[in-house]
């Protein structure tokens, strides 16, 4: 909750590329609610946190907002989660840890903020129960966010399942029903792929939220840290990040071969 008294809404800009000007927070995050509930699907555990670390806090501020014009103290958290990767071939067999995957490959983490967990709470994504892990397939982890009911959700461009094909029968990928695929097309009200070349919005945050995303990916675990610097990650500027915004509908069609035909 330390953004709440670190971070203002004049923080944060938004623009259209190529439209010129800034635009409104309800050009990013049309139809905001305090109760929305936003995923990150974070394929490897650092992914989420390079490329929508401004989006969460802008929409941690402005639900911020929300708290503060009510005029009374409170104590409370957005509804923002992880999802993260889960890489099987690093399973530990320990009921506390499990096999993350990672730039540094796969990571035996506790499931807490001494492992998984600690630059996502930098973010404002906390409580633990608001970490979760998915096999690190498509199918697996939009199942996860179906089962979690997100709204709002922000999935890597690049991140997209294969055709299915006959006697496909894994059970981490096993195709979602029918039905799932009818709720999400209801429930969703907006999907946002990062790491995108083709964005159609982008934040510019100031110098608190960049200060906050650094502390974030200093809780990084070590290999993962020591993987970004060779790799000279993030590579968008600081306080820079990029998205393309789609509707509920348009992502469902991307990831038809997940459901059942």
Not at 252 to 260: A, Q, R
Request: some cysteine; aromatic content about 10%; glycine content about 8%.
């Amino acid at each position: 909750m330390h953004t709440s008294q670190q971070l203002r809404s004049s923080h944060f800009e938004y623009r259209r590329p190529g439209a010129g000007g800034r635009v409104a927070f309800s050009a990013f995050c049309a139809d905001y609610h305090d109760q929305d509930r936003v995923g990150v699907v974070s394929p490897r555990l650092e992914d989420g946190v390079l490329h929508t670390a401004y989006a969460l806090l802008a929409i941690t501020t402005s639900f911020y907002d929300v708290q503060r014009a009510s005029g009374s103290d409170f104590f409370i958290y957005p509804q923002h989660l992880a999802i993260i990767g889960q890489d099987s071939s690093g399973n530990s067999g320990k009921r506390t840890e499990t096999g993350i995957a990672t730039g540094a490959g796969s990571l035996d983490l506790s499931l807490d903020e001494a492992g998984i967990g600690g630059a996502w709470a930098w973010l404002d994504v906390w409580p633990a129960s608001n970490w979760h892990t998915a096999p690190q397939t498509p199918t697996a982890m939009l199942k996860k966010v179906f089962d979690l009911h997100i709204n709002r959700l922000f999935w890597p461009q690049d991140f997209l399942p294969e055709r299915r094909k006959e006697g496909d029968t894994e059970n981490e990928d096993s195709p979602l029903p029918d039905y799932a695929r009818r709720i999400l097309s209801t429930r969703l009200k907006s999907v946002y792929y990062y790491n995108t070349s083709a964005p159609t919005v982008e934040i510019s945050a100031a110098q608190p939220a960049v200060d906050i995303v650094q502390y974030s990916l200093e809780r990084l675990p070590e290999a993962v840290r020591q993987t970004l610097e060779k790799e000279a990650q993030p590579a968008h500027p600081l306080g820079y990040e990029s998205y393309r915004q789609v509707s509920g509908e348009d992502f469902l069609g991307d990831m038809e071969t997940c459901f059942i035909a």
